[in-house]
């Protein structure tokens, strides 16, 4: 990948289960399966279709490594709760390891060892 500069979107955070499809539940807290599904039943988020508008703008090549997709499907994998200043709510910056980050980091560098 000479000349290129690579990115990730993991807009993968939702905050209703309805997202997933599981009316009982009402966020990833205390999920312990990943979906079982092949596709996510909440669609992509909208900032991912903007990000893909503007990588096809610029005049550099730009390769986007999107994980969006299979880290919406572990709705098991940041079930935390993550506060500050006696705030406390669903966390869906941190991700449990080993998990998800470690899949992200194998898709890097097989991109990496391709380009």
Known sequence: MSKAHMGTDSGSCRTSSRDWGDPTAKTCWGETWPMLSTGYPGGPP???DVLK???????KAVHLLDITGLSQLRKDGH???FGYGG?????????CL????????ELLFAAL???
């Open 46 to 48: 909208p900032s991912q």
């Open 53 to 59: 508008r503007v990588l096809r703008s610029v005049s």
């Open 79 to 81: 079930p935390s709760a």
């Open 87 to 95: 705030h406390r709510g669903n966390d869906c910056t941190h991700w």
């Open 98 to 105: 080993p998990g998800v980050p470690d899949i992200w980091n």
């Open 113 to 115: 060892m391709q380009g």
